[in-house]
Nanobody
């Protein structure tokens, strides 16, 4: 599976961005968004099951970020609102081919995109 994330950019604090991740194919994968800030470990942001009916968010983004998917388009989205400077990071989409649960550990994901940079200025 090949994943291509896009939509990153520079935004002021309080602003919004929508990230997209197009997959070469889905095949009932659980999808996740992770981020990695400079000098920090990669961390889970959000995940969605195959149907799109179940999502899970890290507490740091819950209520501000919304993850969704369009299986017909092989695409997942991350709508980010009320952005904060601490949201600045490279954002990665990932796919878990087991499709059983929305894991938060990066080691559970099998495929990764190259990432897109989000910079939030104060």
């Amino acid at each position: 599976v090949q994943l291509q994330a896009s939509g990153g950019g520079l935004v002021q604090a309080g602003g919004s961005l929508t990230l997209s991740c197009v997959a070469s194919h889905f095949n009932r994968y659980v999808m996740g968004w992770f981020r990695q800030a400079p000098g920090k470990v990669r961390e889970f942001v959000a995940g969605i099951d195959w149907t799109g009916g179940s999502t899970y968010y890290d507490v740091s983004v819950k209520g501000r970020f919304t993850m969704s998917r369009d299986n017909a388009m092989n695409t997942v989205y991350l709508q980010m609102n009320s952005l904060k400077p601490e949201d600045t990071a490279v954002y990665y989409c990932a796919a878990d081919e087991s499709g059983r649960y929305i894991y938060t550990a990066s080691s559970e994901y099998d495929y990764w995109g190259k990432g897109t940079l989000v910079t939030v200025s104060s």
